[in-house]
């Protein structure tokens, strides 16, 4: 039953490796999300798609991209992973982001180690 | 700007016993309040909301928070808690204009037997 999938669970790259991170929906959501949830911390916002269109947050560091191919499958990318981007990256979705009272749904995460 | 605080890192109840999990929030306009929870290794799940109306609002898993204007609190409540129930808890604010959900630091929460 599982409607927003991350996968892996876990991934371990190494230093300046390039990485990537996947995630698919089954609820035909218009909008997806990459937060970046450090330990003990509060989930961070990193940008959104509505559909095709890509949203970033201000404070993302360009070394993170992310690729939206259809309305089901949303990648992120980290173009060359420093030991600051260990973290668990959540994926979530939502219906329609212009309406402010939706909730979101989230993905299980993916652990990201780097060694 | 908008932001939310969870003044609590982590909340101590004895199952049975009443639980409150706080959170307090600083908005420019009109409000709208999430509860989430997150259990080990898993992603975040959608507790309640506030939008409009009553201030108390009744959610998943037998949960409710009061929302209280002139305070800016959105406290999370449990009549009776549950050795389950123990999790981290997040607090999220989402402007009435705006498309981003901000999320709280975070509390957890332990319920021992």
């Known amino acids: 039953d599982a409607m927003v999938i991350q996968n892996p669970r876990y991934q371990v790259t190494q230093f300046g490796k390039p990485v990537t991170l996947s995630c698919s929906q089954t609820?035909?959501?218009?909008?997806m999300y990459w937060y970046q949830q450090k330990s003990s911390q509060a989930p961070k916002l990193l940008f959104h798609?509505?559909?095709?269109?890509?949203?970033n947050e201000a404070d993302t560091p360009d070394n993170f991209q992310s690729r939206r191919p259809n309305t089901s499958f949303c990648f992120l990318d980290i173009r060359s992973p420093g030991l600051g981007d260990a973290a668990m990256y959540l994926c979530a979705t939502s219906r329609d982001s212009r309406a402010t009272n939706e909730k979101l749904f989230f993905g299980s995460g993916t652990q990201l180690s780097v060694l | 700007a908008q932001s939310v605080a969870q003044p609590e890192d982590q909340v101590n109840v004895a199952e049975g016993n009443p639980l409150t999990v706080k959170c307090t929030y600083s908005v420019s306009g009109n409000p709208y309040l999430f509860w989430y929870v997150q259990y080990p290794n898993r992603g975040l799940q959608f507790l309640l909301k506030?939008?409009?109306?009553?201030?108390l609002v009744k959610g998943s898993y037998g949960f409710e928070a009061e929302f209280n204007k002139s305070q800016t609190s959105f406290h999370l409540k449990k009549p009776s808690a549950l050795v389950s129930d123990s999790a981290l808890y997040f607090c999220?604010?989402?402007?009435?204009?705006?498309?981003?959900?901000?999320f709280g630091a975070g509390t957890i929460l332990r319920v021992k037997s």
């Open positions: 798609y509505y559909d095709k269109d890509f949203n």
């Open positions: 506030y939008i409009t109306g009553d201030n």
């Open positions: 609820l035909n959501h218009n909008v």
């Open positions: 999220a604010v989402r402007l009435e204009y705006g498309n981003k959900l901000v």
